[in-house]
Structures are given as structure tokens and as C-alpha cells.
């Protein structure tokens, strides 16, 4: 894996859908998307978008791309733009244009308020890479690897939807995706031997406290435990209880599991960043 660079790209909203009850489809093109590159799968990305009642998005750009993350933090916190994370749903070429999908949950949140009101012509800025071959994918199945497992809540859904695209036929697959409503359910094409099963709370009796995770602990895991490849991404406290229970009650290698907390009940991107730049610094 190279360390491939990373470049701020000026780019606009072309159009947006309401493609589901809980998502929009953003898309953003621009003359610089030329050099966005896509490694598939969960390619993550940062977005930034104008402070509420700006119309500029004050980023880093003069120190290098590559001296971002130093530079970001240097910078007053109610000057600079709101950064997010968000993963490339579709990046096409000729016309060139990059979807994004956001699960909305209400006007708590800057992004997903912004996504819920996003015009064609608003300005957004994004940093991502330039080579397809990145340190912005998590997915990286082992070549060994002879079975997969997903679980995943929305906001995880664009990922997932990029992995099932990229995984070799035949691969079999088991995929838990917890939605908010049975019409968020799309179509995710894929040559894999997917099993898919939706989760979605409003087919549910009650309010069931854990549905993701009850639902992986229900079943076993796909093919061989020595072999199978995890990955999981939602709510950081739901990825931290089914990340124990693959390696702890079903004995899988922790270093077969890849996982991320995509967001924190509670908790706004801002203080988990605040609080791994302190985690840092007393490390
Ligand atoms: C690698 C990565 C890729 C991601 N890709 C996507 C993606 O493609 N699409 C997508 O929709 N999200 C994605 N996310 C998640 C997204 O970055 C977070 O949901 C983010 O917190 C949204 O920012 P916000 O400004 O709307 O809310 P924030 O200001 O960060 O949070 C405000 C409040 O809303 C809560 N909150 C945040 N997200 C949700 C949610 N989904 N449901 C309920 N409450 C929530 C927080 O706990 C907090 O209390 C990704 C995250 C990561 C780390």
C-alpha cells in the first residue's frame, strides 16, 4: 500500500435525490474532480462545508495537502470549516461526478442538516486521494481469506454497497445491514455469493436495544473461522460489542476483523476528534 497523496478538491453540488426515506444522494462535480481518484470499497474521504451562515470553507490549503491534519488543528475552531467523514458511494468519469450518501438523522448535526438542504451551485471542499491504491480503504481481506462477513448500520450502508460491487464472484458473503425503514432498502449489485438481511427497525416489535448485534450473535459466522474476513462499521459502540463477540465467542483472529465507529451516540465528529487528539497526546 503506498501512501498516495492527498489533495483539497473545490467542488460543487450538481443535484440532489431524496433517493430513500433516510438518504440523499449528493452530487458534486467541478473541473479539479479530474484527479479525485477511488480505491472502491469504503474509500473514505473528509468533507468540508462553509460554517453555518458561510459561504467560505476555510481549510489549510497553503501548507500542502500533506501537512493538513497539523495545520487543522492550528487553526481557530470557529474560523475554520466543519469537517466531516463520508465514503465515495459512486465516482464516475466522463461526466465526471462523485455521489455521496447521507443517512439524515434530524438537524442535530451540521452535515446532515447541510445534506438535507444542499442546493445545486452550494460549494463544498474535499480531501482525498489522488491514486486509487490508498490508505483511505479499511477493507483489505487477507489473501486468504475465504469468506466475509459484514455488518453494518446506515451510515455504513454506502460502504458496504462499495464492497459488495468490488468483491471477486462467487466470494461467499454474509451482510447484516440495520436500516431505519423497510423502503431503505436498494439494490446492491454484486457478483458475490452474498447472503443479504436487512434490519429494519421499523419492521421491529418493540425497540429492540441491539438489533445489529443480536443479529450477528444469532448466527454463525460464514465459512471457516481460521479463514473468514469481518468487517464492521456504525455506531462506535455497537462495532466495539460485535468486534468482542467475533473474537471472544467465536474465537475469530482479531487481526482478521476490520472495524471502524463511524459515529458515537452522543457525540459529535468534532469531540471524537478533540478526544483522539488527546488520547495522542497523553500516549
Ligand atoms: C470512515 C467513515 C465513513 C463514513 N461514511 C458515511 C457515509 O457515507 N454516509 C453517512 O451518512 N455517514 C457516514 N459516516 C458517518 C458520519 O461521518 C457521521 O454520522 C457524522 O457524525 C455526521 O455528521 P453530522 O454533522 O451530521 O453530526 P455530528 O455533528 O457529528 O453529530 C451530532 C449528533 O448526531 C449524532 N449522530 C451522528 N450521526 C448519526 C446517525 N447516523 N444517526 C443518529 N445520530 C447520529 C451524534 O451522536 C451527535 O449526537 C462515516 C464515518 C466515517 C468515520
Redesign the pocket.
Known sequence: MTAAPWEFFDLNVLRTARITPTFVRVTLGGPSLARFASGGRDQ?FKLFLPRPGAREISVPRGEGAENWWPAWQRMDPDERAVM????V?ERRRDPGELD????L?GD?????RWAATAHPGDPVTVLGPVEEDNPGVDFRPPADATAILLAAD???L??VAGILAWLPPGTPAKVWIEVPHAADRQELPTKAGAEITWLCLDEMDGRPAAPLADAVRATAPPGDTDTVYAWLAGEAGTVKTLRRHLVDARGIDRRRIAF?G????????DDLIQQAIAAEAAA
Not at 466531516?84 to 465514503?87: D, G, K, M, Q, V
Not at 442535530?108 to 446532515?112: E, F, L, Y
Not at 463511524?262 to 465528529?269: H, I, N, V
Open positions: 473514505r466531516r467523514t463520508y465514503t458511494r455521496i450518501d447521507f443517512a438523522h442535530t448535526g451540521p452535515a446532515s446506515a451510515t455504513a454506502p460502504a471502524c463511524y459515529w458515537r451516540r452522543g457525540t459529535t465528529e
